[in-house]
């Protein structure tokens, strides 16, 4: 990606451990009170059917939490949306390896049909009535980077109003000791391509090569390293304290994103 992409950010969401929401989270940010290692507190998806709703797992209830408070105001029917996850349900696929590995390996049609990656984004679309246009992308631990250049890309591109949805789950035991995710966390974003009364800040984002720094708030920085949606805290850390500026966030080996920020 050699020329930058520019957007305006006119909603976020967050669900972390410690931070229920976005405005508690930029109160922390910005140094307005200690964070306090907690669980992450997943909402009830109200917006989904009595069936559906019966049936949602950690990881859709953490998206379709982030996703409303970062569209909150806007008619989200009508958003396109980008799912980016490193490994999206860690609980189910446990479940599954678990099952498989009886004598009984019939496996239920809930868990069958929540363990496929796109599992989120069908629930949005069941929940919002959405019928734009939606990627779901996977990239590691780069996941969050991947899954802004390709919201900011279809900002630019296609001149689309688009929400991002970033997020992880944590897996039990055994697969927790390979990847020790510590708990549920993700991160939204609603990217226009022109300044209104609700924006934020224009972002601007390209590639570098140079080495991303530790969080400024630096009890936050061990979430940062061991939840992939949540590299995106530099870039909220900004955003909470209204600052303009680049941050550097890891995305692939060898590789960053030079984010900048000009608040609105």
């Known amino acids: 990606m050699n020329a930058p992409l520019t957007a305006w950010i006119t909603g976020i ?9 976005w ?6 940010l910005r140094g307005e009170q200690a964070w306090a290692s907690a669980p992450s507190v997943l909402p009830t998806p109200s917006l989904l ?3 559906e709703r019966r049936r949602a797992s950690r990881v859709i ?18 958003l396109a ?4 996850a490193s490994g999206s349900d860690g609980h189910n696929c446990h479940a599954l390896c678990e099952q498989l590995a009886t004598d009984d390996r019939h496996i239920s049609p809930t868990r069958f049909h929540n363990s496929v990656h796109n599992a989120p984004a069908g629930y949005w679309g069941i929940a919002t009535k959405s019928m734009a246009p939606c990627q779901v ?3 590691h631990d780069g996941s969050f980077g991947a899954g802004l250049i390709d919201a900011l890309g279809q900002v630019v591109l296609d001149r689309q109003a688009t929400l991002l949805l970033t997020y992880d789950s944590e897996y039990p035991e055994p697969l927790f000791a390979k990847r020790p995710v510590p708990d549920c966390a993700g991160v939204s974003l609603r990217l226009e391509c022109e300044p209104s009364p609700q924006a934020l800040a224009r972002i601007t984002v390209q590639t570098t090569e140079s080495p991303a720094r530790p969080l400024e ?6 979430l940062r390293a061991a939840i992939p949606a949540l590299r995106s805290l530099p ?5 909470a304290q209204g600052r303009s500026g680049e941050v550097c966030i890891d995305y692939l080996p060898g590789l960053r994103l030079a984010v900048r920020i000009d608040p609105a």
């Not at 405005?23 to 922390?28: D, Y």
């Not at 953490?62 to 989200?76: K, N, P, Q, R, S």
């Not at 708030?217 to 061990?222: F, G």
Request: hydrophobic share 50%; glycine share 10%; proline share 11%.
């Open 61 to 78: 209830k953490l998206a379709l939490g982030i996703g409303l408070e970062a569209a909150a105001g806007a008619d989200v029917a009508t």
């Open 235 to 239: 870039l909220l850390e900004r955003l």
């Open 23 to 28: 405005p508690s989270a930029r109160a922390v």
């Open 81 to 84: 949306t980008v799912f980016s």
């Open 217 to 222: 708030h630096a009890t936050l920085e061990p």
């Open 13 to 21: 969401g967050l669900i972390a451990p410690g931070l229920p929401d």
């Open 137 to 139: 992308l996977c990239a």
């Open 49 to 51: 059917p009595p069936a």
